[in-house]
């Protein structure tokens, strides 16, 4: 029943660099783990990284060295800072409160020449 706002998608050239936003109620951020996820058409929505409210991250081999997860607490805001994107980083990126049925709207990240 809670909607997380995220912001920052976009198309981009290969090699090119994005970072989305994704804002939640506080009450809910600061106690959580924060995650990302990724969902290509036709395809499962699969978690990308994540980071615990101490600051701790973990990521997914396919984007490790590329994207870094971080969390802003006095803007309830979490981030994805993604760099040296592939075509197949293409998809709709969803932000996502563990343990909870809250998720962001989804936003389209395209890399394409």
């Known amino acids: 029943q809670v909607q997380l706002v995220e912001s920052g998608g976009g198309l981009v050239q290969p090699g090119g660099s994005l970072t989305l936003s994704c804002a939640a109620p506080?009450?809910?951020?600061?106690?959580?783990?924060m995650a990302w996820y990724r969902q290509a058409p036709g395809k499962q929505r699969d978690i990308l990284a994540y980071?615990?409210?101490?600051?701790?991250?973990h990521y997914e081999d396919s984007v490790k060295g590329r994207f870094t997860i971080s969390r802003d607490n006095a803007k309830n805001t979490v981030f994805l800072q993604m760099s040296g994107l592939k075509p197949e980083d293409t998809g709709v990126y969803y932000c996502h409160v563990f343990n909870t049925v809250a998720w962001g709207q989804g936003i389209q990240v395209t890399v394409s020449s």
């Open positions: 980071i615990t409210p101490h600051g701790t991250t």
């Open positions: 506080g009450s809910i951020f600061r106690v959580n783990i």
